[in-house]
């Protein structure tokens, strides 16, 4: 009988995790190493007194890319997880109290977006067959495809295509097309901020978030989003592969500019045919490979690529119903533009600070201890590049949020918090090994997208590959998950 090939993969994000299940079901003999105790990377959970926190990713969108994960590797997602579609989708609160709840329930989006403007769902309803078309040429054209060449990543038709949508503009130009009311422009560009990029430099194609949002639903796993990674590992074992937690790698081996290997933390060497990077790639460029090869990601160096922004996140387990609350909620401040340039220009910490909360006990009670909900607010913040003192920052930045949350609803949280954690990018960095605690890996620039993303294959040694955020297509579960399909693909090809 042929000898599997072997393949060691570094982490057990969702990257990983995907990657592993296809090359289980292609014949090979799949190992991940985790530096953590827990799988999932970035979807994980902390269990603090009985309150069971997801800690990363809160809102699943586009889950055919799951789906389909599942049947390539001959099962079926249901039979691993059950997915509830929330409706309504989130709640926005502006700084003047107005409110709007998105729902993919069209007729009563429209009329929310009546109360903002008379005129909104007549705009609201050519801006979401724009998008949605845009969505339609990305999906096949730039997202789900792996890219050798610039000309491939330029297809004529589908390039002017896109140009006539605008899909180049900036996104907060493209919405400005569409919208006149200052709340709607926000309303449907703040989504870029969870991707780590501004709505001032993100490329509008990326409004296919907010299609896919409304347009596709938002889902919530039963048990949090930490059931995914769950279900992905025991996909995985299902599947017969290995999965070693609490083991970190140090280097990527290398002979005659081929991988052969891994070295662990604890001085073992491990061989293997190839290996694949779900390890955030400008650290893994950077730490797990030796760096006198003067390495080129793609055209550009690992360290002159641009880190993403990141996240202050706050789990709190609270003794309160959090009436007039949503599953998910999002606040806006009053000087939107200036709360960007401090994240993303001055890399300051937020003077007045958006934020999102989830509270997932409202959909989920078994999460929390009887009576008690979870809140977890994610406040996006710089990076570690800025020159921020945290310790006071954190400070801050809590009494802000509870301050604002005492103004919206007449509550005064601080009495009923009966248990809290922090989590900074500086955790991020040390947990994750994301470089510059970015908690979104790099950022979604034009020159950082599509063809100009980091590739997922290193063209100097070979079988050496890159799954996961920073590769392409990008960030969030459902990008990640096709770029474990895309990365599979390329392993299957150059092992005919
Ligand atoms: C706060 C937050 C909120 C988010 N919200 C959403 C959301 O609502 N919806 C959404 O779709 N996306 C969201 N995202 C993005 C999404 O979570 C990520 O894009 C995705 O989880 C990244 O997965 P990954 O596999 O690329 O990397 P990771 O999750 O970072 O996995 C990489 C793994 O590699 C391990 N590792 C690193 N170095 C080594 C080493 N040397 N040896 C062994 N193991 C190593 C790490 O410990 C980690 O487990 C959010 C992210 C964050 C941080």
Not at 262 to 284: F, G, Q, R, T
Not at 439 to 446: D, I, K, V
Not at 459 to 488: C, D, E, H, Q, W
Request: net charge positive.
């Amino acid at each position: 009988m042929k000898k599997k090939k072997s393949i060691i993969i570094i982490g057990a994000g969702i990257g990983g995790l995907c990657s592993a299940a296809r090359l289980l079901k292609e014949g090979f003999d799949v190992t991940i190493y985790e530096k953590e105790p827990l799988v999932g990377g970035r979807a994980n959970r902390i269990v603090q007194d009985g309150y069971k926190f997801d800690t990363g990713p809160t809102l699943l969108m586009m889950t055919d890319v799951l789906y389909d994960t599942f049947s390539y590797c001959g099962k079926n997602l249901d039979d691993y997880l059950e997915l509830i579609q929330l409706e309504p989708n989130y709640r926005v609160t502006f700084s003047d109290h107005t409110t709007i709840t998105v729902s993919s329930n069209l007729p009563k989006l429209q009329e929310e977006l009546k109360k903002i403007d008379p005129k909104a769902p007549e705009q609201f309803y050519r801006y979401f067959s724009d998008v949605a078309e845009m969505y339609r040429i990305s999906r096949g054209k730039f997202i789900d495809k792996n890219f050798d060449k610039l000309s491939e990543f330029i297809s004529i038709r589908s390039g002017s295509k896109l140009l006539s949508k605008r899909g180049l503009s900036k996104l907060w130009n493209f919405v400005g097309y569409y919208f006149k009311d200052e709340r709607l422009k926000q309303l449907f560009s703040f989504q870029s901020m969870y991707l780590g990029v501004s709505p001032y430099e993100a490329p509008a194609i990326y409004s296919v978030v907010s299609y896919m949002e409304t347009g596709l639903g938002i889902w919530y796993p039963k048990g949090g989003m930490y059931s995914l990674s769950i279900a992905l590992e025991k996909l995985v074992k299902d599947l017969g592969g290995k999965i070693v937690t609490n083991t970190s790698v140090q280097k990527v081996l290398i002979e005659d500019k081929k991988t052969t290997g891994v070295l662990l933390d604890n001085d073992k060497i491990v061989k293997s045919n190839i290996v694949l990077c779900n390890s955030d790639l400008v650290y893994s460029y950077q730490k797990l490979l030796p760096s006198d090869l003067n390495y080129k990601s793609n055209f550009r160096k690992p360290e002159q690529l641009k880190q993403a922004s990141s996240a202050l996140l706050f789990y709190f387990g609270v003794d309160h119903p959090l009436d007039n609350m949503l599953h998910h909620n999002v606040y806006l401040c009053k000087d939107f533009k200036n709360n960007l340039e401090e994240i993303f220009d001055s890399k300051t910490l937020p003077s007045d600070p958006s934020f999102y909360t989830y509270i997932p006990t409202k959909t989920d009670p078994d999460l929390a201890p009887k009576g008690k909900n979870i809140l977890y607010i994610l406040v996006p913040v710089p990076n570690l590049e800025g020159n921020n003192d945290w310790d006071k920052g954190i400070k801050t930045i809590r009494a802000k949020i509870l301050s604002r949350l005492k103004s919206e609803y007449d509550i005064d949280l601080s009495k009923s918090i009966k248990t809290e954690r922090v989590f900074t990018p500086h955790e991020f960095e040390s947990k994750f090994n994301l470089t510059s605690g970015s908690a979104f890996g790099l950022t979604h620039h034009f020159l950082q997208s599509g063809y100009f993303r980091p590739h997922n294959i290193s063209r100097k040694i070979k079988n050496l590959y890159f799954v996961g955020a920073s590769t392409y297509p990008g960030g969030g579960i459902p990008m990640v998950t096709l770029s474990a399909k895309l990365v599979v693909e390329r392993i299957i090809d150059d092992n005919k």
